[in-house]
């Protein structure tokens, strides 16, 4: 199966957009931005409109999701919209006990730490219905983004990479360095591959589906592959960071690979599979650039310390961040991470409007 002739890219509608030439190594007349999440706490409309309702089951009502990833592109005229979800939302679809506890953040009714857990783990997986209500919210949303403007703006499939998955999954909580997950990893690795194997099939499932129902671009975020060291990402994390790039590499759209305190993971992140690298606030583009070869579409990297600063100070460093941006063969403006929630959105619409105007 490939993509229909209705798909927006293949009909025509977003291929010319300024975000996907960018991601395919062209420089067009109008830099392209967008925010990883634009769509969220520091929107009071999103705010409003997510009242009362958890995070899992606002992803799940698909015409609630769809309004939040439309929010940020009516707001700020950003070139994207992200499909607005969560790392885990796979894992709940396949079955697995999880929620989002506030202030807390993802939570498992077990950690995956045995033999026993791992085998039941392994009975669950993605069914097509699952997915119903995944494809119906991008459905919804490519038909309002159709009837935007000229209609070009793409929305972006989301999805955390398989280590991210897994080192929740093991912690049964979020862990500030990950002991547990590295501790599998190293002391237990059949039982790793294992966790891993199945991280990875529901994550390229997830992602594969988001595609087909019309988005025009992917993006796997690795949240916590910084804690590793090149030779442990190598070995225990990449081949199954490959196997969700294997799934949807028949899907002729960009594939953007991100993670946070990766400048020492750049290449390898690349070799995954990816055709476009995120890169954090660490790591200047222009060095990035040098790292992969001058051969790679990159993505970022507006410090979100900066969005709390005065005007000339932010100013000043986007300009910097748009300059090192055009050493690479293509360039889409992003924060180094995502947009914090006390951010003023004011601040995110004059961003947006510098970097169209440079």
Same mark, same amino acid.
């Given at each position: 199966?490939?993509?229909?002739?209705?798909?927006?890219?293949?009909?025509?509608?977003?291929?010319?957009?300024?975000?996907?030439?960018?991601?395919?190594?062209?420089?067009?007349?109008?830099?392209?931005?967008?925010?990883?999440?634009?769509?969220?706490?520091?929107?009071?409309?999103?705010?409003?409109?997510?009242?009362?309702?958890?995070?899992?089951?606002?992803?799940?009502?698909?015409?609630?999701?769809?309004?939040?990833?439309?929010?940020?592109?009516?707001?700020?005229?950003?070139?994207?919209?992200?499909?607005?979800?969560?790392?885990?939302?796979?894992?709940?679809?396949?079955?697995?006990?999880?929620?989002?506890?506030?202030?807390?953040?993802?939570?498992?009714?077990?950690?995956?730490?045995?033999?026993?857990?791992?085998?039941?783990?392994?009975?669950?997986?993605?069914?097509?219905?699952?997915?119903?209500?995944?494809?119906?919210?991008?459905?919804?949303?490519?038909?309002?983004?159709?009837?935007?403007?000229?209609?070009?703006?793409?929305?972006?499939?989301?999805?955390?990479?398989?280590?991210?998955?897994?080192?929740?999954?093991?912690?049964?909580?979020?862990?500030?360095?990950?002991?547990?997950?590295?501790?599998?990893?190293?002391?237990?690795?059949?039982?790793?591959?294992?966790?891993?194997?199945?991280?990875?099939?529901? /994550?390229?499932?997830?992602?594969?589906? !988001? =595609? $087909?129902? *019309?988005?025009?671009?992917? %993006?796997?975020?690795?949240?916590? &592959?910084?804690?590793?060291?090149?030779?442990?990402?190598?070995?225990?994390?990449?081949?199954?960071?490959?196997?969700?790039?294997?799934?949807?590499?028949?899907?002729?759209?960009?594939?953007?690979?991100?993670?946070?305190?990766?400048?020492?993971?750049?290449?390898?992140?690349?070799?995954?599979?990816?055709?476009?690298?995120?890169?954090?606030?660490? /790591?200047?583009?222009?060095?990035?650039? !040098? =790292? $992969?070869? *001058?051969?790679?579409?990159? %993505?970022?990297?507006?410090?979100? &310390?900066?969005?709390?600063?005065?005007?000339?100070?932010?100013?000043?460093?986007?300009?910097?961040?748009?300059?090192?941006?055009?050493?690479?063969?293509?360039?889409?403006?992003?924060?180094?991470?995502?947009?914090?929630?006390?951010?003023?959105?004011?601040?995110?619409?004059?961003?947006?409007?510098?970097?169209?105007?440079?």
């Amino acid at each position: 199966m490939t993509l229909s002739s209705a798909h927006p890219l293949i009909s025509g509608k977003t291929q010319s957009s300024a975000f996907i030439r960018a991601l395919q190594g062209e420089q067009p007349d109008t830099i392209p931005v967008w925010f990883m999440r634009q769509a969220g706490r520091s929107l009071p409309e999103y705010r409003e409109v997510r009242e009362g309702i958890g995070m899992l089951d606002s992803c799940l009502r698909p015409p609630l999701a769809a309004e939040i990833t439309l929010q940020p592109v009516r707001r700020h005229n950003v070139d994207a919209a992200i499909f607005f979800s969560d790392i885990v939302i796979p894992l709940r679809l396949a079955g697995v006990d999880v929620d989002i506890v506030p202030g807390v953040g993802p939570v498992l009714g077990t950690a995956v730490t045995s033999e026993a857990d791992i085998e039941r783990l392994e009975q669950l997986s993605l069914s097509d219905e699952a997915l119903a209500p995944i494809r119906e919210a991008i459905s919804l949303i490519v038909a309002e983004l159709a009837e935007r403007g000229d209609g070009s703006t793409p929305l972006i499939g989301f999805a955390g990479a398989p280590f991210t998955l897994a080192a929740y999954m093991v912690e049964g909580k979020p862990s500030r360095d990950h002991l547990a997950a590295r501790g599998m990893m190293v002391g237990q690795p059949e039982l790793w591959q294992r966790l891993m194997t199945w991280c990875s099939q529901v /994550t390229g499932e997830f992602l594969r589906a !988001q =595609i $087909l129902a *019309g988005a025009s671009a992917s %993006q796997l975020f690795d949240s916590w &592959a910084g804690s590793l060291s090149l030779e442990a990402y190598q070995r225990h994390v990449a081949p199954a960071s490959a196997n969700v790039f294997a799934q949807i590499a028949d899907l002729p759209v960009p594939k953007i690979h991100f993670g946070t305190g990766t400048g020492h993971l750049l290449q390898a992140m690349y070799g995954v599979g990816a055709t476009a690298v995120g890169v954090d606030y660490r /790591t200047p583009l222009n060095e990035a650039n !040098q =790292i $992969l070869g *001058g051969g790679v579409p990159l %993505q970022g990297n507006i410090d979100p &310390a900066y969005l709390t600063a005065p005007w000339d100070i932010l100013e000043g460093h986007v300009r910097d961040v748009v300059e090192r941006g055009r050493t690479a063969p293509g360039h889409v403006v992003n924060l180094g991470h995502g947009v914090p929630p006390t951010t003023d959105p004011t601040v995110l619409t004059r961003v947006v409007e510098l970097i169209h105007s440079l």
